[in-house]
């Protein structure tokens, strides 16, 4: 997938999730170019889709099973889909969704990943879906309440790393000072990747210019998830810390980047 590299890491920077929303419409011209970013993530994988449905998130909530915190009403929401049963189905949903949620926040718009099992009956909107497919997460859209956001961003820059596992812990081999740039700047820009109640479910290994994304502990459906949200994260900051390169699916761990020629 084509990196817009400056964009995306400025996202990771700014990006936190949001339950709450003013009830302001997101300009018709964000709308349209976002629409278009997803468009062209839909392209990058059969097994994933995205599609924005203009309908507060407080709809489809009731179609989620699970507890979700106290969201208010947004203008819009994202479903990410998974449309097959394709190896790497789940990591490829993390990988894409993230995508599209950091050019939400490019665009100056809140999101909140939310990932439960669906059931449709429960919900007014129609969210489309063919045989086959599934429904693995939703994010509100729209712009954050803005008290809410300032105390966020105020909080964040008192205590960086309040909230996020070491270096130490991420890297269950052990973190090398003496990795080069990428490699420490890829580690610190998956630290800061959403995951359910914070759980951070993934490790990190690196080696013979490869960084390895694996999930802590036994692999679900949605650590894999979570660890493909992170496989962006490290992908994005390698890039930005001047490695070029690709991920790959399985061979080791759940997904890797490998590092490619010479800059
Ligand atoms: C798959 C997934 C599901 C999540 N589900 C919820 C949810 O149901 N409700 C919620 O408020 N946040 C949810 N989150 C957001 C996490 O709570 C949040 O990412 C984490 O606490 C870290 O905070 P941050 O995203 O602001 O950095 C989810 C995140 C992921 C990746």
């Known amino acids: 997938m084509k990196i817009p590299i400056k964009k995306w890491y400025e996202s990771v920077q700014t990006r936190y999730s949001q339950q709450k929303y003013m009830s302001r419409e997101i300009k018709p011209f964000t709308l349209k170019a976002l629409e278009k970013n997803i468009k062209d993530l839909n392209e990058v994988y059969d097994e994933v889709r995205l599609k924005i449905y203009k309908n507060s998130i407080t709809e489809i909530l009731p179609a989620l099973n699970g507890k979700y915190g106290n969201f208010t009403d947004s203008p819009a929401f994202m479903v990410i889909i998974i449309k097959s049963t394709g190896e790497h189905h789940w990591t490829k949903a993390g990988y894409i969704g993230e995508a599209a949620v950091l050019e939400a926040t490019a665009h100056g718009l809140g999101t909140c990943w939310i990932g439960a099992r669906f059931e449709p009956s429960k919900t007014n909107v129609n969210i489309e879906m063919e045989a086959g497919e599934r429904l693995a997460a939703v994010t509100p859209l729209g712009y954050s309440s803005e008290s809410y956001n300032i105390t966020r961003h105020f909080i964040s820059k008192l205590f960086p790393h309040r909230d996020r596992k070491s270096l130490d812990e991420l890297c269950p081999d052990g973190y090398n000072k003496d990795w080069p740039g990428w490699v420490k700047n890829a580690i610190k820009t998956a630290s800061s990747a959403p ?49 070029e390169g690709r991920v790959e699916f399985g061979e080791m761990g759940i997904a890797s980047f490998i590092k490619e020629g010479e800059k």
């Not at 990190?204 to 210019?209: A, K, L, S």
Request: glycine residues 12%.
């Open 195 to 243: 995951s359910r109640l914070n759980r951070q479910p993934w490790q990190f290994f690196y080696g013979d210019n490869r960084i390895v994304v694996d999930c802590k502990g036994k692999s679900s459906a949605y650590k894999r998830l979570e660890c493909g949200i992170a496989l962006l994260h490290i992908e994005i900051g390698a890039l930005d810390g001047g490695a």
